[in-house]
């Protein structure tokens, strides 16, 4: 036991040595997305939608033609037309059936209170499988205990190839920030969630002060900003990433973050750690999840966390990069899907703090 304690301990005096001397990668462009309107409902709040309970085929409610635009632009159905009516028609009935389906909900064809809920939840911006934008294949496979995986990629399945092993840089703009979050506390967010990923794949992550040369730019900002796809304001697209090797990745800087909910008891604050997660699964080349249990589902509620990757997040990523081979599967039954104590204490660490230091000291070491 002493033995390992020091090597642990070796390993962190490594590290730390490694991290200060690590010098970023370079930037990886790669297109912009096609324009669109990320204004889910057209400038509607989402809330308005609660009109729409128990709207079925030949219903004609109020709202229901931003409910088209809303379900266009995640990709269920074709772009509505300057003419679109409030009528329930046959093709919205076959548009809510397709995102019922695809979110893992009753299908029933109708707007019951399952789907207006889901539908009313804050959520990421990157389509559900919208093949003009942000195209995406579904991949099932048999998880653990024969649960089916409803992971997904972006189409072609792009990811990050680099000699072996793969590290990556990422930054926090000095410049895009929300001025009540401590930059520290943000840094420490992004911190845990890259390093939960990297749990699961042979990949690393460096920090970088230089936010230009970084491999992965994150960064919040608000309304229309320059990438082609405009946030909304509060509780409606909470942020979106691109596809590798782009490495955007963008918050809305209207919502109102949380970095501790104990701290923070507002009633519609959003977790960061749990949306950083997220956004990081897209970054790597993951779409949406079908899975509700899953980090990669599109929508999370106010005062939720959702941090710990499910098995099917792990599946997805490693179906890309492959396991890190001091991983193990096992290890997602002794932690809940979703947690309020910071993943540091975990039990992602426990019990293999030395090999996990000493994993990623060669990583780095090699990359140098």
Not at 187 to 193: E, P, Y
Not at 256 to 274: C, K, M, N, P, R
Not at 301 to 312: A, I, M, N, Q, Y
Request: charged share 20%; hydrophobic share 40%; with cysteine.
């Amino acid at each position: 036991m002493f033995l390992c304690r020091r090597a642990a301990a070796a390993c962190l005096i490594a590290v730390a040595m490694v991290l200060g001397l690590a010098v970023a990668g370079g930037v990886h462009p790669a297109a912009a997305p096609a324009p669109g309107r990320a204004r889910g409902h057209g400038g509607v709040a989402w809330h308005s939608f609660k009109q729409l309970l128990d709207a079925r085929r030949g219903s004609h409610v109020t709202g229901l033609a931003e409910l088209k635009r809303y379900l266009a632009r995640f990709g269920y159905m074709a772009k509505p037309g300057r003419g679109t009516t409030d009528a329930f028609d046959e093709h919205l009935e076959v548009a809510v059936r397709r995102y019922q389906t695809r979110l893992g909900l009753p299908v029933t064809g109708r707007l019951d209170s399952a789907t207006l809920d889901q539908i009313m939840s804050p959520r990421c911006g990157v389509g559900d499988d919208d093949e003009e934008r942000r195209p995406v294949s579904v991949a099932l496979s048999r998880g653990q205990g024969g649960v089916v995986s409803r992971f997904t990629f972006f189409k072609g399945e792009p990811r990050w190839t680099r000699s072996d092993p793969i590290v990556l840089s990422y930054a926090v703009s000095p410049t895009a920030t929300v001025d009540y979050l401590p930059p520290a506390a943000v840094r420490a967010v992004f911190q845990r969630a890259f390093a939960r990923w990297a749990l699961a794949i042979p990949m690393g992550f460096v920090e970088t002060d230089d936010y230009e040369a970084a491999d992965i730019k994150v960064g919040f900002y608000a309304g229309n900003h320059g990438d082609g796809v405009p946030f909304d304001g509060p509780l409606g697209i909470l942020g979106h990433a691109f596809s590798p090797k782009n490495g955007r990745l963008h918050l809305d800087a209207s919502e109102h973050w949380a970095v501790d909910f104990d701290a923070d008891q507002t009633a519609a604050a959003i977790d960061l750690e749990s949306v950083a997660t997220h956004e990081i699964g897209h970054v790597l080349g993951l779409g949406h999840s079908a899975s509700p249990r899953a980090v990669m589902y599109p929508s999370i509620k106010p005062r939720e966390k959702k941090v710990h990757l499910t098995v099917d997040d792990v599946e997805g990523v490693q179906a890309l990069y492959g396991s890190n081979p001091q991983f193990s599967l096992s290890s997602l039954s002794e932690q809940g899907t979703t947690s309020s104590s910071p993943p540091g204490s975990s039990s992602w660490l426990a019990g293999s703090s030395a090999r996990l230091l000493c994993t990623v000291l060669v990583i780095l070491v090699t990359h140098l």
